[in-house]
């Protein structure tokens, strides 16, 4: 039982520090090439991995985890769990982790007989092709619809930008939050000092703190910034609005739009996507929210904020495939003042969001 | 028995590990103690809180509570100067990232200076 014990303990310091973001978790200037053998597959969410034996300069052979990317993007670019097999040989350019042994993220894979590349570049979120073009999909009544037109499917997927900065400010921020240049802090946000320094330490540290990465939910703005997407459900006869989220771990959220107050902070119960009430303004669906706890980074960079976090989101549909996201940050316990960001976000007409669950593998599976 | 106790208390462990507050570092209440090299340590409950323009507090809550008088950070070395009626203290903000953060410096209380060491709970 002491074994179990321990091996519960092990467990759970092991899901704690492996659950890091790819920045923190591997050298991105650094590479490494060998031939092997595939040992096994693991094709499960939000990592997919192969396994390779690979014979070392003294003959020994180890075992290398090769992350080759979340299973939906893949599938979307033509992989599939039988497209590498075990007992398949291969070649393989990877980025070495930084801390753990025989463990890197997959660049290019070949396959040995026949020679054939099948894998190129990362496993960044595949662009499904844009819908034809088409107006804005209405009710009845003639009120927008923010979900897909009558009789139709499908769902909202990629944003324009994976990172949050306040409009019109021209920083450099990579698609994995990090900035270009970190002296560039003051003009992603107007931080108080304490919340510069706090983002500078997530920045510096390669955001390996970041919540997300350890499977907790996208609260805030970047709930519409997740890989795998999000619906709206409008139940116009109950006054509410669903909101169903591809990524994280198939969050959803309720947009009140009965006609309710909103109520304050302090009143709520601190949760990750806060209480929410929505109306109309002509075409914009505007939503003021309140009541948010401070276990989530609202932006994929390390962005602070405090409970006292008071958002008003409005979203505009454009046309039938373009969704307007415009959000006001207002946290004076954070900022010097409140500030905007927007972005769009592209229809993905006529399918489902597909399953998708962060914790699934919590990547314990493969340490050895 | 007492082994499902001490899995659900590892479990329980993880749990709170992995759910940090991501908010103002200070906010919170940390747990610890202070005293003299080599002497007896004594326990200390602080709760602070940020309003967006200084930090609040009070020394061990309840009917012997000190308020604190005063709260600063030196956001450039991390470093934490407490004040309250006849405690000054000075310390390190260490493992910032995480929810079980801590405070580790020195405590001076009525002519008497030890080291400290405080954990957010």
Wanted: glycine share 10%; with cysteine.
């Amino acid at each position: 039982m002491k074994q179990l014990l321990l091996g519960t303990l092990i467990l759970a310091g092991t899901v704690v520090h492996a659950q890091l973001s790819v920045p923190a978790l591997y050298d991105e200037w650094r590479r490494v090439t060998f031939d092997g053998v595939v040992t096994r597959v693991e094709w499960v969410n939000p990592r997919a991995y192969l396994f390779v034996d690979v014979r070392d300069p003294g003959g020994a052979v180890v075992n290398w985890a090769i992350e080759i990317g979340n299973p939906l993007d893949l599938e979307q670019r033509g992989w599939s769990r039988r497209t590498v097999r075990t007992g398949d040989g291969v070649s393989v350019e990877a980025v070495p982790a930084r801390d753990t042994p025989k463990r890197a993220r997959l660049l290019a894979l070949w396959t040995t007989r026949p020679r054939a590349q099948v894998f190129a570049g990362n496993a960044a979120t595949a662009r499904p092709t844009p819908a034809a073009a088409g107006p804005t999909p209405r009710w009845p009544d003639g009120q927008i619809r923010l979900g897909p037109p009558g009789g139709r499917k499908g769902y909202w997927g990629a944003a324009s930008v994976s990172t949050m900065k306040e409009s019109g400010s021209p920083v450099s921020v990579r698609a994995d939050g990090l900035l270009t240049n970190v002296s560039d802090a003051d003009r992603v946000a107007p931080l108080q000092p304490w919340a510069k320094a706090v983002y500078l330490h997530r920045q510096r540290t390669l955001l390996k703190d970041d919540p997300s990465a350890r499977c907790l939910p996208p609260g805030g703005p970047r709930q519409f910034q997740t890989a795998h997407g999000f619906q709206f459900v409008e139940q116009r006869d109950q006054g509410r609005i669903l909101v169903l989220f591809g990524g994280g771990n198939r969050n959803w959220r309720i947009i009140y739009t009965d006609g309710r107050p909103l109520g304050q902070a302090a009143e709520a119960v601190p949760s990750y996507f806060g209480s929410s009430v929505g109306r109309w303004e002509k075409d914009t669906l505007v939503v003021e929210s309140v009541g948010y706890n401070e276990r989530f980074w609202m932006t994929n960079g390390g962005l602070p904020h405090t409970e006292a976090l008071r958002l008003v989101e409005r979203f505009s549909r454009l046309d039938l495939n373009t969704l307007r996201y415009d959000v006001t940050v207002d946290d004076p316990r954070t900022y010097t003042r409140a500030w905007r960001s927007a972005w769009t976000v592209q229809w993905v007409p006529d399918r489902d969001i597909e399953e998708f669950f962060c914790e699934e593998n919590a990547e314990s599976t493969f340490i050895r | 028995m007492r082994t499902r106790a001490l899995l659900a208390a590892a479990f329980l462990l993880l749990t709170i590990s992995i759910t940090a507050q991501e908010g103002h570092p200070l906010t919170g209440t940390w747990a610890g103690d202070w005293g003299p090299p080599g002497g007896s340590r004594t326990h200390i409950t602080m709760v602070m809180n940020w309003d967006g323009k200084a930090v609040s507090g009070l020394i061990n809550p309840g009917p012997d509570a000190i308020p604190l008088t005063g709260v600063s950070v030196d956001w450039g070395t991390w470093t934490v100067r407490i004040e309250a009626k006849g405690i000054s203290a000075e310390g390190r903000l260490e493992d910032i990232g995480s929810y079980h953060r801590r405070i580790v410096g020195t405590w001076s209380q009525g002519g008497t200076k030890g080291d400290l060491r405080l954990t957010r709970e």
